[in-house]
């Protein structure tokens, strides 16, 4: 086979050392240790490293991230509250898991599908959309959020029928986007 002019041989040997590459770890017991790394020292690099899941906080468990309204999550949570009307402790935490899941979609989820559009039109005279796997990660995320914000809900209502001694439902199916006959 002819190579081309000025191609390296593959089979040449370069005499380049090859420290750079990392040995293989060994299975054999009288092996030393590797050594772990130890994660940040400074006080500035735990802090950094803490907020590793905020990114646009969807994966954040804070209740607020920066640049987001103490004033409009309390008034997200009375509202919230004040719909569903947990009268003990498990409607309570039903109705907490409803506020976060509805908080995170309608602020977080609605913030990185901004930016993302933004980030595909800059510069841009026409429309673009972003990047397939962007759109997916977007739709991945609502579809798990809004799951989020159902089930406790449902399981709420059940809870509140039961109480009130109404029929509650033994089982309950979730149909979304199927028209009713």
Do not use: C
Not at 22 to 49: E, F, I, L, M, Y
Not at 60 to 69: H, K, M, Q, V
Not at 167 to 178: F, N, S
């Amino acid at each position: 086979m002819d190579q081309q002019a000025g191609s390296p041989d593959p089979t040449a040997d370069t005499g380049a050392p090859l420290d750079h590459l990392r040995p293989v770890p060994s299975n054999d017991p009288a092996a030393p240790p590797r050594k772990k790394r130890t994660g940040p020292k400074t006080p500035q690099g735990k802090a950094r490293v803490s907020r590793n899941a905020m990114g646009f906080g969807i994966h954040s468990p804070a209740p607020l991230i920066p640049g987001e309204s103490r004033e409009e999550w309390e008034k997200h949570r009375a509202g919230v509250l004040a719909s569903v009307e947990p009268a003990n402790y498990l409607e309570t935490f039903l109705a907490e898991r409803m506020v976060s899941a509805s908080w995170v979609l309608m602020n977080r989820v609605t913030a990185y599908e901004v930016a993302e559009f933004t980030r595909a039109n800059k510069g841009s005279e026409v429309f673009r959309l972003p990047p397939a796997n962007e759109l997916d990660k977007i739709q991945r995320y609502e579809a798990r959020l809004t799951k989020q914000f159902y089930q406790p809900m449902h399981e709420l209502e059940a809870l509140q029928k039961q109480r009130r001694g109404e029929a509650a439902p033994l089982a309950r199916l979730d149909v979304q986007g199927v028209s009713e006959p």
